[in-house]
């Protein structure tokens, strides 16, 4: 059996949209799950009278990305767990084609979907995330057309947005940081994953289409992206990439803040700016949980430089 868990907070125009797709999926095994982060828009009223078969987790107050998938991963019965942002429509056979790239690949632990615009289905989100040699990471293929470049393969980290994970994986290296609460806790468990030996694998065959942004964005984004790169950077990011790439990754951050400097005026540079002092100021906790990562590490040196994309 395979659990789809939804995030959810006042997303009532996307939801039909997202669980009509899921009724349509040929591949029958699996549950529905929706985490409400205390929606005040009729969410949860709009799931119990059109869509019975959906089991809904009315949480008490809103904690995030990270908080509402946590909810739904805790009762989730499936042996294998996807994460579906809630502004998607997912292809008839996204979830047969999921279960087949497990079959296959059994040092897999995270599948990455084919992620596309809703409104240009023939322009990419993201073939699967890379994380580069200057500490950022990114979505490969972005803006492109897709015109078949990316076959099946390896790649980094699955989006959050439309990720699938081995139960078996996540009993292990644990669920998504709720510290992150949204922004690149996909990241930070593709991470936790790698060091110890599980494998992030592209399917070009698993479609899913995402309205991009649809539900988040603005200040609130750019100051999570500022603060929680720099929570990866030092809780995830083992000694050896740091000792070959130090400068490269401390030169992105300047340039990053200097950017944001530069465009002081501007509400989102401003967050940006407060993300990255937030992350330094918890530089204390960050390093206590960077012993307790890193000593989980299996995997050599050569290889997670391997898994970089170098800048």
């Known amino acids: 059996m395979l659990s789809v868990v939804i995030p959810n ?21 699996f549950e529905v799950i929706v985490a409400d982060n205390f929606s005040t828009d ?28 946590n909810a739904g991963i805790r009762v989730a019965q499936g042996a294998i767990v996807v994460l579906l942002n809630n502004d998607t429509e997912a292809a008839p056979d996204w979830l047969v084609e999921i ?24 322009t990419f989100h ?38 699938a994970y081995r139960r078996g994986m996540l009993q292990q290296v644990g669920m998504l940081d709720e510290d992150f609460f949204f922004s690149c806790e996909d990241v930070d468990l593709a991470w936790r994953a790698q060091l110890q030996g599980w494998r992030a694998l592209y399917a070009p065959s698993a479609v899913v289409y995402h309205h991009l942004s649809a539900t988040g964005g603005g200040e609130t984004a750019s100051f999570h992206d500022g603060r929680n790169t720099i929570y990866v950077l030092v809780k995830d990011v ?12 401390l030169w992105r951050q300047l340039r990053l803040a200097w950017k944001a400097l530069c465009s002081w005026r501007g509400r989102a540079a401003r967050a940006r ?11 204390p906790r960050l390093l206590r949980q960077r012993r307790i990562v890193q000593a989980t590490r299996s995997v050599s040196a050569e290889y997670l430089d391997s898994i970089l994309t170098s800048i």
């Open 99 to 122: 279960v087949a790239a497990f079959n296959r690949y059994p040092d897999v632990g995270m599948i990455a979907s084919k992620l596309l615009l809703f409104d240009q289905r023939d």
């Open 42 to 69: 009729g969410s949860s009223e709009m799931l119990q009278s059109d869509y019975p078969e959906v089991r809904v987790l009315a949480l008490e107050s809103n904690r995030g990305f990270t908080g509402a998938c």
């Open 273 to 283: 700016l407060r993300g990255q002092i937030a992350g330094l100021w918890a530089l």
């Open 126 to 163: 993201t073939a699967g995330d890379l994380f580069c040699t200057d500490g950022v990471p990114a979505n490969r293929g972005v803006w492109q057309k897709d015109s078949g470049q990316y076959d099946e393969g390896y790649v980094f980290s699955a989006c959050g947005g439309a990720a």
């Open 238 to 249: 083992p000694a050896s990439v740091w000792r070959c790439h130090w400068h490269r990754i």
């Open 9 to 29: 907070w006042n997303g009532i125009g996307h939801l039909p949209t997202c669980l009509d797709a899921l009724r349509r999926q040929s591949f029958r095994y």
